[in-house]
């Protein structure tokens, strides 16, 4: 059964911090990744996705995400974090039929 | 990427009632989906909208309880029937567009509390 697991539930940081999340997935087909942010008051929007070939993707606003198939990780990075990067973070895996499953979130905090 | 809106953005429902949410999507898409975010937890799907035919519901989510249309294909319903406290969530549209058949798009959402 296809699940993602995300580590952290809160992480609070200082602006120009460098940011790791980390996410685990579980999924026994062809796999397709993505991170989704959600900022305070606004709607889900795709951070970044990977398919296929280069397991480092970058994705909008500074992030990267590096797939890693021997340990089923997905981990969001940015070098250094800015005060409007404060939102929650979701990790998911595209199942079968197209639907996606989602971890738990993470909470980002940057501080000023 | 697409305009995604839902109808409506939030509503307060009595216990024992239902409320019908709609979504309408401006591009062409080839699947539509709907996820329920509780307070606190992350997004879980509810069921796949098919167009012209029943939606496929996940484990632990019938027909009964959450009746979905699809007339065409940019738009969707969703009723949550005979509502209780514990149906008080956000209710979120997403579809998949026909040029880009991996990736996901949501609508900003409905906020659902149940009195």
């Known amino acids: 059964a296809q699940s993602v697991s995300q580590h952290n539930h809160h992480v609070i940081l200082s602006e120009a911090a460098s940011l790791e999340l980390g996410c685990n997935y579980s999924?026994?087909?062809?796999?397709?990744l993505f991170w989704y942010v959600q900022y305070p008051g606004q709607h889900l929007q795709l951070l970044l996705k990977y398919f296929s070939g280069d397991p480092l993707v970058k994705g909008i606003k500074g992030f990267e995400a590096e797939f890693i198939k021997s340990k089923f990780s997905f981990n969001l990075r940015k070098p250094s974090v800015q005060w409007s990067d404060t939102a929650e973070y979701f990790c998911?895996?595209?199942?079968?039929?197209?639907?996606?499953?989602f971890g738990t979130g993470t909470r980002l905090t940057v501080i000023p | 990427s697409a305009v995604i809106s839902q109808k409506p953005s939030r509503d307060i429902c009595q216990r024992g009632t239902s409320l019908t949410i709609q979504c309408q999507v401006d591009?062409?898409?080839?699947?539509m989906f709907w996820y329920r975010q509780q307070p606190g937890q992350s997004l879980t799907l509810i069921a796949t909208a098919n167009q012209g035919s029943e939606a496929t519901y996940e484990s632990g989510f019938v027909i009964d309880k959450f009746p979905i249309s699809r007339p065409n294909l940019t738009f969707s319903t969703l009723t949550v029937s005979n509502m209780s406290p514990e149906d008080s969530s956000i209710y979120l549209c997403s579809v998949v567009l026909a040029d880009r058949s991996y990736e996901q798009y949501f609508g900003p959402g409905t906020r659902l509390t149940v009195t």
């Open positions: 591009s062409q898409v080839t699947m």
């Open positions: 998911a895996v595209k199942g079968g039929a197209n639907n996606l499953f």
């Open positions: 999924y026994g087909g062809t796999v397709n």
